[in-house]
């Protein structure tokens, strides 16, 4: 199969054609593989592959709505039984996983042929992908940009051609992060939706979760399909959406009342993201839906501080995880975790609890919102994807970390500032997607801008709890008026 006849269809259409023997599952495969060894020498997508494996698999009969699709899982939590996982770290590069996870087993379930991992940043933290373990990841649109992160591989796998979808996740961005920078589709579920075992019962409490991103809006919701229903080993259980994601595209979202607003804690945005502000709600108003501009529902720097604090909390306890099960020493990691690692160290219990409830404070300011808008919009980004090494620690700073580190100054470190700074510097970039994770909402990134310079940004939409169901029918309508699935980086 010639790369022109698989890039044009979607996972959807694939699995059809395989379904209706048009097609079968092992040609396909091989499409896919063939345009992975053609560009992933330049973009640094893939940072694992099993060929074999997936051979095989599409040399069975397979059943499922996506039935033969080629698939990649994501380096961070999407384990695979017997397979290396690594979260993005050189201590866990070779470390294989015991069990698969859930969400993976119910991707197995829907037929897809998994035949490689994308690459994260350690342990997901960044909104880039850069990893020292496997080295950065470059976006198809500009060589010298990042993906973003921290599915930053899966975004670049998908922005690139290599899939028509990927294995995502998002703990404060991460599928619509890369998915504005590649110009792509990402949807976050809500809290709950869908499983997260059986490693745990939930992911930084409920704020991350699984998805996929995609060229296509129907297969997100196809996949999405594929991974929510009650998990026995979950923490509560979540509501069942009112019916299939793939059956609300062939819905009409009505007349909607959309607030937008472009405010950040963290600087002012770039022109060109208050451009693709501004051109979605033009378009929006030109669609029937009622737009109007809005202050932030929430207190934008209280939520900064409150994402960063947990975070590094987070940070910590996965760097200890990983020590524990590995037995690798702290300078096996990365410098910028280690700092951010100390700092969550130096967190009292009473502390952390604190922030848990401003989490929840939080949510009941953007559900105060949502009574009188049924979405709010902002940029996906603060500006155009940033450049390979630009949000790099200053080298004296990292100097200065080493040392700090070495005397165990983690209280200190945490009394400058000086990290907290650096972390900031990240966010500045992308200020707008953490909301989505600390209440729990739903939120998707559309890609329906490209500047000057044909660099993607996406527009980020954010619903009240259950509201998946709306997303994806304003998502389909927008998808109508701007196709942008036939919108190739000139890779």
């Not at 009969?61 to 698939?71: C, T, Y």
């Not at 342990?123 to 921290?150: C, D, H, Q, V, Y």
């Not at 979605?280 to 029937?288: F, M, N, P, T």
């Not at 080298?395 to 070495?406: F, H, M, S, W």
Request: hydrophobic share 40%; charged share 20%.
């Amino acid at each position: 199969m010639e790369y022109s006849e698989y890039r044009k269809h979607d996972g959807v259409a694939l699995a059809e054609r395989i379904r209706n023997g048009e097609m079968s599952a092992a040609e396909v495969l091989e499409a896919a593989i063939a345009r992975a060894e053609s560009v992933n020498g330049r973009i640094n997508a893939l940072t694992r592959t099993c060929y074999d494996e997936a051979r095989e698999r599409a040399g069975r009969e397979l059943s499922g709505p996506l039935a033969g699709v080629p698939f990649l899982l994501k380096d961070l939590h999407q384990e695979h039984a017997g397979a290396a996982s690594s979260a993005g770290s050189r201590a866990l590069r070779d470390v294989h996983a015991p069990e698969t996870a859930e969400v993976v087993r119910r991707w197995l379930d829907a037929g897809l042929v998994i035949f490689g991992r994308t690459n994260a940043p350690e342990f997901g933290a960044k909104p880039i992908t850069e990893p020292l373990a496997f080295g950065p990841t470059r976006n198809p649109w500009e060589l010298t940009r990042t993906p973003g992160g921290s599915s930053g591989g899966a975004a670049a796998a998908v922005a690139a051609g290599i899939v028509p979808l990927a294995g995502a996740s998002d703990g404060g961005g991460s599928i619509r992060i890369p998915a504005a920078c590649c110009g792509l589709f990402g949807l976050k579920p809500g809290r709950g939706l869908v499983p997260s075992g059986p490693e745990r019962a939930e992911n930084f409490h409920g704020a991350s979760l699984d998805g996929v991103i995609s060229r296509s809006v129907r297969d997100s919701a196809a996949a999405l399909d594929t991974l929510i229903g009650h998990d026995p080993a979950g923490p509560y259980l979540a509501g069942a959406p009112e019916r299939d994601f793939s059956e609300e595209l062939n819905r009409e979202p009505g007349a909607l009342r959309i607030g937008f607003s472009a405010e950040s804690a963290l600087g002012a945005p770039h022109p060109h993201a208050v451009s693709a502000l501004t051109d979605a709600a033009e378009l929006l108003e030109s669609l029937g839906h009622e737009v109007e501009e809005v202050p932030s529902p929430v207190d934008l720097e209280a939520l900064t501080v409150d994402f960063l604090e947990a975070w590094s909390v987070k940070l910590a306890s996965a760097m200890n995880e990983a020590i524990q099960r590995t037995g690798a020493s702290e300078t096996s990691f990365e410098l910028d975790t280690r700092l951010l690692a100390a700092i969550g160290r130096t967190f009292s219990g009473p502390e952390y609890s604190a922030v848990l409830d401003r989490w929840h404070g939080h949510t009941r300011k953007l559900a105060e919102f949502h009574r009188q808008h049924d979405l709010l919009l902002t940029p996906s980004l603060a500006g155009p994807p940033v450049r390979i090494g630009e949000l790099e620690t200053p080298g004296l700073l990292q100097e200065a970390g080493k040392i700090a580190l070495t005397l165990r100054l983690g209280p200190v470190l945490r009394a400058s500032g000086v990290v907290d700074r650096v972390a900031r510097a990240n966010l500045r970039h992308v200020p707008y997607t953490q909301l989505a994770n600390i209440t729990g909402r739903p939120a998707m990134s559309v890609p329906l801008y490209w500047n000057p310079e044909g660099l993607p940004l996406g527009v980020q939409f954010v619903a009240p709890l259950g509201g998946e169901g709306l997303l994806f029918r304003l998502a389909a309508q927008l998808e109508r008026e701007r196709g942008w699935a036939d919108h190739e980086p000139p890779l």
